[in-house]
């Protein structure tokens, strides 16, 4: 489905184009930039089209989108049947006017049925045969009516542009398109063809530039060809048929308006002279001619006329009235004479001949002649004048083509007209009734689309009267016009298009109080109007009533609980009342307030404070070990009483070892505390050299004392030893080159051990190789020996002295009471953590039931005191 970019496009291709190339090759660059376009239709059809409908009009575009749109939401369906049209099934569209498009067989099925019945009709009021009148016979698309020969039943399943037989089912192409060029001519003959791919519809109007005249051709503009009429805006200025006078309209389309300039014309025969308009000049003024004619004798009695008048009608051979004797010679004064015969000119009935003797005038226009007639039923027969029609009142009781109703027209001659009353049964689609002429057999399928859109009315498509009950609503992807009324129309979250009411708002309402507490039920401001519902299957006609908008509901007063201390402030009497309540309370607990002190409170029974009430009772002396936190803040507390103000300082001595390890220094709480961040390393330090072991070498840090990490750790300036492999050669590099070997080696100088740091790193010499065999004779004497040895502890029956590693693999072996061992281990560990459990669930359930009587002690006590209140 490429078509939707294209059309995009179409209002803008082959913008700089030659009139020249108004015949392209399709493979031009033209045709490439509107063929590589993508193939998924998506749902931007209007936005996409939208500068070209509003440059156009673009019907024929609006056509092919709702064409487009109807197939994207699933809903083409065929007329005929009324069944949807699926991708894969084989269609026929109309190419007149509709462009309807419905199932093959469907359309087959129609066309012959009704060319059969026409070719019926012909055969019965025609006198043709039947075979003749099937031939010529005709049927109609049943949306538009546009009539088809019997030759155009459609016999195969082509695409929409007519060019590929059985397109195949792509989903990435429209369906039943071929996915090709359309290459239909376009509408006026312009000479080009449709650049869109194979599409449903009529092809738009031509896009090509073109250099054209305006109507006048007093001006050229380039213009699109299927709009290159155009009008200047000029005075037109063409010669008029006068032929003196020039057209004075703005330029125009057609033929210039008759000339309207009036002045004064005489008439033909040039007696009367009067003001007329131009086109009107030539004109007859209604009076005789009456000028002489040649002979002399008698005047003109033509009308007003131009030219000459003639010769006299009545010089030259004569004859008397009923042509029967003619007379030669005689003068066009003299009078014809009568020959005497009968006239037997032909009368109107056109069956007899004028009786009378040869007469001047004209004969009679009523045949008296009496003759033997019968009326045109042929039931009545009966001798009357020539010139009267003879009828029965006989009623003809033939029924009509329409196989429903009789003629009953009076003596009918057996050729009845066609029915004109309408047909009025009820459509399959149930909606409608049939407005065409009474008619034989199923009536033709409703031509009616119906509007389908969303609830705002911006997304919609047409489908079929009928099949709008199986549709589903569009989907629209546009949010909900509709304004929220609450207060959180700027703040609340935009919907989209929906069908009924909006959904109510879901924030809460927080409203705010008197008393600081906001209202936490949910909005309950005012509500818009629901808009009509859609329903998928209307059953019957809705009233449709005007819904109002609801009001909003005021706040409840402040539901809010909280917490109100007695007049004593008294700790854990604390009771819970709603916020608008503003009623005080007493209580018998401790009294709870702060001591003098400052840090303690009073032990005593619950008494009114003497700052709040006079004559209260004071509260007791604090004896109580100071609990203040010390400033700076340290671990240790205050050794005095409890006292007001600040606490002396801390002369507490703390340990503190330096960064390296090496010494522990002592200081004062107070004087430690007191010192920043820096202060208190500087202070740690212990001035010595760092005693931390380097981590890339075997060497201590050379720095002094210092925190974090020891810097320059890859630089280390100590001298080590380094030696050949076998430990032959031997000289004294430093320490940063030994690693950047080790680097260049490709190994890690940290993953060297200890006694193997610095081995390798020389390459051995010749000198290596001879102390190598002296050492490797001598430690094969050591070997022979070593073999010796343990045949005698062998046969001393001395226990052999293993190597390090089986003893570390013997070690690591566990043997049966290992396992046991550790077994008991577990089930111990298992034992432990069950009786933690069961114990924590047994307090856990006394405290639920503490609690539960503590409660109970509240709400008596709450009791008790409403009814003592």
């Known amino acids: 489905m490429v078509i939707i970019k294209q059309l995009k496009m179409y209002a803008w291709c082959n913008e700089g184009s030659d009139v020249t190339t108004t015949r392209e090759n399709p493979k031009s660059s033209a045709f490439s930039t509107i063929y590589i376009t993508n193939h998924v239709v998506s749902s931007a059809i209007q936005h996409d089209i939208t500068p070209y409908l509003a440059l156009t009009g673009g019907g024929d575009l609006s056509k092919i989108q709702s064409f487009l749109t109807s197939s994207s939401a699933g809903a083409l369906s065929c007329l005929i049947c009324l069944e949807r049209i699926k ?3 084989p269609t026929w569209s109309c190419s007149s006017l509709c462009f309807a498009v419905f199932h093959l067989i469907c359309i087959q099925s129609w066309a012959r049925q009704s060319s059969d019945l026409a070719a019926a009709r012909a055969a019965t009021r025609l006198p043709i045969s039947l075979a003749a009148a099937s031939d010529a016979a005709l049927w109609h698309c049943p949306k538009c009516r546009s009539e088809y020969s019997k030759s155009l039943i459609p016999k195969s399943y082509l695409c929409f542009c007519g060019k590929l037989e059985n397109p195949p089912n792509d ?13 239909k001519p376009l509408k006026h003959n312009c000479g080009h063809r449709c650049l869109l791919l194979c599409h449903p519809g009529p092809c738009p109007s031509c896009p090509k530039l073109v250099k054209v005249p305006c109507f006048c051709g007093s001006h050229q503009d380039v213009r699109r060809c299927g709009f290159k009429e155009f009008s200047c805006n000029n005075p037109c200025s063409k010669v008029l048929d006068c032929g003196v ?23 033909r025969c040039g007696k009367v002279k009067e003001e007329r308009e131009c086109f009107d000049r030539v004109f007859q003024c209604g009076s005789p001619c009456e000028k002489r004619l040649g002979c002399g004798k008698h005047v003109c009695e033509r009308g007003c006329h131009s030219g000459e008048c003639g010769e006299c009608p009545l010089k030259g051979k004569r004859t008397c009235p009923c042509g029967k004797r003619v007379y030669e010679g005689m003068p066009c004064d003299a009078p014809v004479q009568l020959c005497g015969a009968t006239c037997e000119k032909m009368l109107p009935c056109g069956y007899h001949r004028c009786p009378e ?7 009679v226009e009523t045949c008296r002649v009496v003759v033997k007639k019968a009326c045109r039923c042929g039931s009545l027969k009966k001798d009357v004048p020539c010139y009267q029609d003879l009828a029965c009142e006989r009623k003809c009781q033939t029924v009509r083509d329409c196989g429903r109703h009789a003629c009953k027209r009076r003596c009918c001659d057996g050729d009845c007209p066609p029915c004109s009353e309408i047909c009025g049964r009820r459509l399959r689609c149930k909606n409608h009734k049939c407005p065409s002429p009474c008619h034989r057999g199923p009536c033709a399928p409703c031509p009616i689309m119906v509007t389908i859109s969303c609830a705002c009315g911006e997304t919609r498509f047409e489908v079929p009267c009928g099949t709008e009950m199986d549709q589903k609503p569009p989907r629209c992807r546009k949010l909900c016009p509709i304004t929220p009324l609450c207060q959180h129309a700027s703040t609340c979250k935009p919907h989209k298009c929906h069908y009924g009411a909006c959904p109510p708002c879901r924030l809460p309402c927080a409203e705010e109080y008197q008393c600081g507490h906001a209202c936490k039920l949910r909005c309950h401001g005012a509500k818009p109007p629901p808009n009509p519902e859609f329903t998928l299957k209307p059953k019957k006609k809705k009233i449709i009533q005007q819904i109002e908008s609801v009001p909003g509901t005021p706040c409840p007063p402040c539901p809010e609980l909280v917490w109100r201390s007695c007049v004593g402030q008294h700790i854990g009497a604390d009771r819970m009342m709603v916020c608008s309540d503003k009623s005080q309370f007493s209580c018998e607990n401790l009294c709870g307030n702060p001591l003098p002190c400052g840090n303690h ?3 005593k029974t619950c008494h009114a404070l003497e700052n709040r009430s006079h004559g209260g009772e004071s509260c007791e002396d604090c004896y109580l070990s100071c609990q203040k936190e010390r400033e700076p803040s340290c671990p240790h507390h205050c050794p005095r009483r409890c006292h007001p103000g600040d606490c002396p300082p801390c002369k507490v001595l703390i340990k503190r070892s330096c960064h390296c390890g090496a010494m522990v220094h002592v200081f004062e709480c107070i004087y430690y ?20 072991k380097l981590p890339n070498c075997t060497h201590l840090c050379p720095e002094t004392c210092h925190p974090g990490e020891c810097p320059n750790a890859e630089k280390c300036c100590k001298k080590v030893t380094v030696r050949c492999k076998c430990q032959t050669l031997k000289k004294e590099w430093v320490c940063q080159d030994v690693q950047a070997a080790y680097h260049l080696d490709g190994c890690h100088p940290r993953d060297m051990p200890k006694n193997q740091f610095g081995i390798g790193l020389i390459p051995c010499s010749s000198d290596c190789k001879s102390k190598v065999q002296v050492v490797e004779s001598e430690l094969q004497l050591r070997k022979s020996r070593v073999t010796e040895v ?3 502890d062998i046969d001393k029956s001395v226990r052999k002295r293993r190597k390090r590693r089986d ?3 013997e070690s690591n072996e566990t043997t049966k009471l290992q396992k046991i061992i550790s077994r008991i281990k577990h089930l111990l560990i298992f034992v432990f953590i069950l009786v933690i459990l069961v114990t924590a669930a047994y307090y856990g359930y006394k405290g639920l039931l503490w609690l539960s009587d503590w409660m109970d002690e509240v709400d008596e006590r709450r009791l008790r005191y409403s009814r003592i209140k």
Do not use: F
């Open 807 to 809: 003893r570390v693999i």
């Open 171 to 183: 989903p990435w192409i429209l369906p039943h398109s071929c996915g090709e060029v359309c290459g």
């Open 790 to 792: 343990q045949e005698a």
């Open 357 to 363: 003797r040869c007469h001047r005038g004209q004969c």
């Open 601 to 603: 409170y009073c032990t």
């Open 87 to 89: 991708p894969s099934d």
């Open 673 to 692: 505390n007191s010192l920043s961040a820096k202060g208190q390393e500087t202070a740690r330090s212990c001035g010595g050299p760092c005693h931390r």
């Open 245 to 267: 006078h020039r057209c004075s309209e703005v330029c125009h389309r057609g033929a210039c308006p008759p000339c309207r300039t009036r002045g004064m014309h005489a008439c």
